[in-house]
C-alpha cells in the first residue's frame, strides 16, 4: 500500500511552504513557545490528512492515531521527531495493519518529518514495562488526531488512568531515578559554560519532568485524571513559564541554526544568541555575559522546582525510621519545623526575622537539611524585609562562619544565592553571578566553581584515595578554618572586573567585606595573603619542583606554614573544581610533592637539584629489588650499571616514578648494546603512554613528537630526561582520536616500528607527515602565544615557557627550533590544558644558560614556526 505520488509531492510542498512562514515567524517575533504550538498544528493537520488518504472512512477503522511526547503536548520543535502511537483495537489488527502503518510512516519520511511511530495494542497498552518507562511517560502528553476517536476516549477515559493509578509507585519512582542519573551525568548543576537545552539540569526536559511529577501526584490524590492539572503546576508563581518560553526560544534558535536537532549552546552559539536576543523582550544586540546570565537564572527556577518535586517522591518502602522521621520536630527559636529532612515555617508565620534566616542556613549546612518548596518562596517573597534587617558586625560573622564550616556548606551557600540571600550577606559575590570565563577547561560558571572549591574540601574529611588522605591531614594543622574558607568563598570575586588579575581585584573586593565583618588586621592579612596567593601554587607547578631554585623562589614567596598548608589545599580544591578530570593522581603526587619540597625549605632542609647515585643506596635496594631474578642475581654489576644509569637524572625523574617503573626503564638501558633504540608502550585509562630510551643527540626529541604527529596522535603531556652518560628517557603521553591502536593491535608494532626507524634515522620524519593528512579544526578559543626567559629560575638552566594553542605538530615544531639554536633540552614539562599548551622547558647551550642574544634567535625561531603551522 502506497500514497499517491502526487498527493504526496503536494504535501511535501506545503509542509516546505509552512517550515518556510514558521522560520520567518520566529526570526521576526522570538517567540519559540508560538513556533511550536504552529508546528504541532501543522504537522498534524498533514497526518491527518495523510492517514484519511490511507483509510478512507477512519472513524470507523480499528486504529486510533495518537500524538505523544512533545508532539501530544503541542511542542514540536523544528527538527525533533514526530512521535506517534497507531492503537489497535485488538491483537489481530497489528499484524493485518502492518503495511498501512509502514505506508504511512515512510509517507511522513517523504514529506520531510522525523517519524518516530510506536505500535501498540490496547491490551499491551494495560502493562507497564519499567525498561521501557519512557514509552508509559510520553502517555502522559498524548491527543487524539485521527482514526478511531471511540477506540482513543476508552484508552483515555478507563485504560491509561488505571494504568496509572496501579502502577503509580513503579512510574513515579524510575522517572525520578531516571531523573537523578539524568542530573549525575551533569555534575547536579545548571552552572555548565556550554550547556545541552534539553538535557543538563534546568533544562526543558526538567521542566517537563516538573510535569509529570505535578500530574502523577494530582493523580494519585484525587485517584483519576485531573482536567487540568497544568492549573497547579507551580503554584501562583509565573516564573516557570517565563523560563520555559525562554528555554523554548533557545531551543527553536539552535534547531533553525544548525538545521538539525541540536541542542547544544556552545560559545559560538552563545554569541549568536546574544547577538539577536533569543530569548529576550527587548530586542537588538545583548552582551553574551549577560545574556548567559538570563540562561542561568532562567534554568535555576525551572531545576530548583524539578528537584523539590523529585525529593518529595516517597521510598518504595517506609521503614519504622522513615516513618519516625516524617513526624514534625519545631527548630528551637523559630518558626521553622523540620519533616522528612526538609525545613518548612509554620503556617501563618511571617518571615520577617534575618537572624532567624541565618540560624536555619546554619543548619542546612550543619546537617544537610533542605528548604521546602514553600518556605523558599516565603524567604524569596520576604527578602526586601530582610534587606532592612540583615545584621553586621560579629553577629554577621558568626552566623556566616557557622555555614562556612558546616560540612554541607556548598549546598546552603547555593541555596542563599539562589533566593539572594547571599548577596545580601555580600554584595561583592553578586559580580560573578552565573559568569561564564571563557576558556576549555573550566566546566562551570565562576560562582559554582567556588561552591565546589568549598565542597571539595570539606570532602576530605572522608577521603577516598591516598593522595586524598595525605591532603586531609593538613586540614586539622589549620588554626583558623573559618578564615580559610571565607578566603575560598572570595577568592575568584574579581573576575567580574576583567582586568587580567583577578587575585588582586579579590582582595581589593574583600576590603568593605572585612570591615562588615569586623575582622581585626592579622585576620584581614591572612584573608588577603590566601587570596592573592592562590595561584601561586598552580604556577610553581609548571615549574620543575624538583629543583632546587623553582622551590625557593616559591618558599619564599608563601613564607609560613600555615600559609602553605591553606594554599595547598586551596589549590587541590581549585583545580578538581574546574572539571571532574582535571585533578589526576600525577597532579595530586606532584602538589604533594610541591608542598613537601617547599615545607622541607621552610625548616632549611632543601633537596638537591640532581641525583647522586652515591647518596642514596635504599634507592637502589628497592629499585633491584623489582628487576628479574637472572638480572638481580649478578647483583655487584647490576648495582654498578644501575648507578650508572641513574647518576645525574633530575629528582624529578625518581619522585614521579615508582621503583618498579624505574626499574622497567634501567632494563630498557640495559639493552641498548644489543639495539640503540628502545621502547615502551602501554595503553593508561584514557591515554597511551610511550617511553624512548636511547643516547641523546641533536633533533631527537623533535623526532619523537614528529611520529606522534603523523600517526595522528595528541600529546597532552610529556617529560624528558638525560643522566651523566648521555642516555635519555623521555615519556610521551597522548591520546588517540582515531583510536587507532585501541581498535587494532596490530597497528601497535607498526606504530612503535615506525618510532624506532624515526629515531635510528632509517627513515625521515618529513617523510611520514607527507604520507598523513592531519586534520586541522577550529578552535573554539583563541590562544596568543606567549613565551617566557628566565635565567634566574634555575642555577643551571633557562627556563623558557611558551603558551600557546594546542596544534597537531606543535611540540616538533618547537623542539625543531630548540634543534637549529644549538639547545639542548636539559628537562621537559608538556602539559595541556584544553585547548591551550602550557610547556616548560630548563634548556642550556654549551652546558651554560642561555645569553640575551640567543634568547631572541630561539625566540624568533619557534615564533615563526608557529605562525606556519598553523596556516
Known amino acids: 500500500m502506497t500514497t499517491d505520488p502526487s498527493s504526496l509531492a503536494l504535501l511535501r510542498s506545503r509542509y516546505e511552504e509552512d517550515s518556510t512562514l514558521l522560520r520567518q515567524n520566529f526570526e521576526r517575533t ?21 492517514w484519511e488518504s490511507l483509510v478512507p472512512g477512519t472513524d470507523s477503522s480499528p486504529i486510533a492515531v495518537i500524538a505523544t511526547g512533545g508532539f501530544g503536548r503541542r511542542e514540536l520543535f523544528p527538527h525533533s521527531d514526530v512521535d506517534v502511537l497507531f492503537l489497535c483495537a485488538q491483537d489481530k489488527i497489528e499484524p493485518e495493519s502492518r503495511d498501512l502503518i509502514r505506508a504511512c510512516t515512510q509517507a511522513m519520511w517523504d514529506i520531510g518529518l522525523r517519524a518516530s511511530p510506536a505500535i501498540r495494542t490496547f491490551k499491551e497498552c494495560e502493562r507497564v514495562h519499567p525498561d521501557n518507562l519512557e514509552f508509559t511517560v510520553s502517555l502522559l502528553d498524548r491527543r487524539f488526531l485521527t482514526g ?21 509507585d513503579t512510574v513515579i519512582q524510575n522517572l525520578a531515578e531516571m531523573a537523578r542519573a539524568r542530573h549525575a551525568k551533569y555534575g547536579n548543576t545548571i552552572f555548565h559554560v556550554e550547556p545541552n537545552v534539553k538535557e543538563t539540569p534546568g533544562g526543558l526536559r526538567d521542566y517537563h519532568l516538573a ?3 505535578t500530574l502523577l501526584n494530582s493523580i494519585q490524590e484525587q485517584k483519576a485524571w485531573p482536567r487540568a492539572a497544568a492549573d497547579d503546576f507551580y ?15 533557545v531551543r527553536c534558535f539552535l534547531h533553525y541554526r544548525a538545521g538539525r536537532d541540536d541542542n547544544t549552546l556552545d560559545w559560538h552559539a552563545q554569541d549568536e544568541a546574544a547577538a539577536l536576543s533569543i530569548g529576550l523582550e527587548t530586542r537588538g544586540t545583548s552582551d553574551p555575559a549577560y545574556w548567559m546570565r538570563t540562561w542561568y537564572r532562567q534554568a535555576r527556577t525551572v531545576y530548583r522546582r524539578a528537584t523539590l518535586l523529585m525529593d518529595a517522591v516517597p521510598p518504595p518502602r517506609r521503614s519504622f525510621y522513615k516513618q519516625f522521621r516524617r513526624k514534625r520536630a519545631p527548630v528551637p527559636g523559630t518558626d521553622f519545623f523540620l519533616q522528612d529532612g526538609r525545613l518548612e515555617l509554620a503556617e501563618g508565620a511571617i518571615v520577617h ?13 550543619k546537617h544537610g537539611y533542605r528548604l521546602s518548596f514553600s518556605a523558599e518562596d516565603r524567604i524569596a517573597d520576604a527578602l526586601p524585609v530582610l534587606a532592612v534587617q540583615m545584621p553586621e558586625g560579629p553577629f554577621l560573622w558568626n552566623c556566616l562562619r557557622e555555614v562556612l564550616l558546616g560540612p554541607w556548606a556548598a549546598h546552603a551557600l547555593r541555596t542563599m544565592h539562589a533566593l539572594g540571600i547571599l548577596e545580601l550577606l555580600i554584595p561583592e559575590f553578586h559580580g560573578i553571578e552565573s559568569l561564564v570565563i571563557r576558556d576549555t577547561w573550566h566546566r562551570y560558571t565562576v560562582d559554582e566553581h567556588t561552591f565546589h572549591v568549598i565542597d571539595n574540601v570539606h570532602r576530605l574529611r572522608q577521603p577516598q584515595h591516598d593522595w586524598e588522605k595525605r591532603l586531609a591531614s593538613l586540614i586539622p594543622e589549620i588554626d583558623r578554618l573559618d578564615l580559610f574558607f571565607l578566603a575560598l568563598l572570595m577568592h575568584d570575586t574579581g573576575k567580574s572586573r576583567r582586568n587580567g588579575n583577578h587575585a588582586t581585584s579579590s582582595v581589593e573586593l574583600c576590603e568593605s567585606l572585612f570591615s562588615r565583618l569586623m575582622l581585626d588586621a592579622d585576620e584581614r592579612e591572612t584573608v588577603r595573603r590566601v587570596i592573592r596567593n592562590h595561584l601561586e601554587m598552580s604556577a610553581a607547578m609548571r615549574r620543575d619542583i624538583f629543583d632546587a631554585e623553582t622551590i625557593r623562589v616559591f618558599a619564599e614567596k608563601i613564607a609560613t606554614q600555615p600559609q602553605l598548608k591553606m594554599l595547598t589545599l586551596m589549590t587541590y580544591a581549585d583545580i578538581r573544581a574546574v572539571s571532574p578530570e582535571a585533578l589526576t593522581p600525577w597532579k595530586a603526587d606532584a602538589l604533594w610533592q610541591l608542598y613537601m619540597s617547599a615545607s622541607n625549605f621552610l625548616d632549611r632542609s632543601v633537596d638537591e637539584v640532581r641525583y647522586h647515585a652515591s647518596a642514596d643506596p635504599a634507592l637502589l635496594s628497592r629499585i633491584v629489588a623489582q628487576l628479574p631474578a637472572s638480572q638481580s642475581a649478578a647483583l655487584p654489576a647490576t648495582m654498578d650499571d644501575l648507578r650508572v644509569f641513574l647518576e645525574g637524572l633530575p629528582q624529578r625523574y625518581l619522585a614521579t616514578r615508582s621503583p618498579e617503573q624505574i626499574a622497567a626503564q634501567f632494563r630498557l638501558a640495559r639493552a641498548l648494546a644489543e639495539n640503540p633504540v628502545q621502547l615502551a608502550f602501554r595503553a593508561l585509562r584514557q591515554l597511551n603512554e610511550l617511553t624512548v630510551v636511547t643516547p641523546d643527540r641533536p633533533g631527537l626529541f623533535a623526532d619523537v613528537a614528529g611520529v606522534l604527529s603523523a600517526w595522528g596522535m595528541n600529546i597532552v603531556k610529556a617529560d624528558a630526561f638525560s643522566n651523566a652518560a648521555g642516555i635519555i628517557v623521555d615519556t610521551f603521553q597522548f591520546t588517540d582520536a582515531y583510536r587507532t591502536l585501541e581498535l587494532n593491535a596490530s597497528e601497535i608494532d607498526r606504530f612503535l616500528a615506525s618510532v624506532r626507524d624515526t629515531v635510528a634515522r632509517r627513515v625521515s620524519v618529513e617523510e611520514l607527515l607527507r604520507s598523513r593528512h592531519v586534520k586541522h579544526t577550529r578552535p573554539r578559543v583563541t590562544v596568543e602565544t606567549r613565551l617566557e626567559f628566565d635565567n634566574d629560575a634555575s642555577t643551571h638552566s633557562t627556563l623558557l615557557q611558551i603558551v600557546t594553542q594546542d596544534t597537531p605538530g606543535l611540540l616538533r615544531a618547537i623542539a625543531l627550533s630548540f634543534a637549529a639554536c644549538g639547545c639542548n633540552i636539559e628537562v621537559a614539562l608538556i602539559d595541556t590544558e584544553g585547548e591551550a599548551a602550557i610547556d616548560v622547558f630548563y634548556l642550556t647551550h654549551s652546558g651554560r644558560k642561555l645569553d640575551d642574544p640567543l634568547q631572541a634567535a630561539l625566540s624568533e625561531s619557534i615564533t615563526h614556526r608557529l605562525h606556519h603551522l598553523r596556516q
Open 30 to 50: 522570538g517567540d519559540g513557545s508560538a513556533a511550536i504550538r504552529r508546528r504541532a498544528r501543522v504537522v498534524g493537520n498533514l497526518l491527518c490528512e495523510l
Open 235 to 249: 503554584g501562583t508563581h509565573d516564573e516557570p513559564e517565563s523560563a520555559y518560553d525562554f528555554l523554548a526560544a
Open 211 to 213: 510535569q509529570w511529577l
Open 353 to 365: 526575622d534575618a537572624d532567624t534566616i541565618l540560624q536555619v542556613f546554619g543548619l542546612m549546612a
Open 148 to 168: 478511531n476517536r471511540d477506540l482513543s476516549r476508552k484508552f483515555e477515559k478507563d485504560l491509561l488512568p488505571s494504568v496509572i493509578l496501579r502502577e503509580w
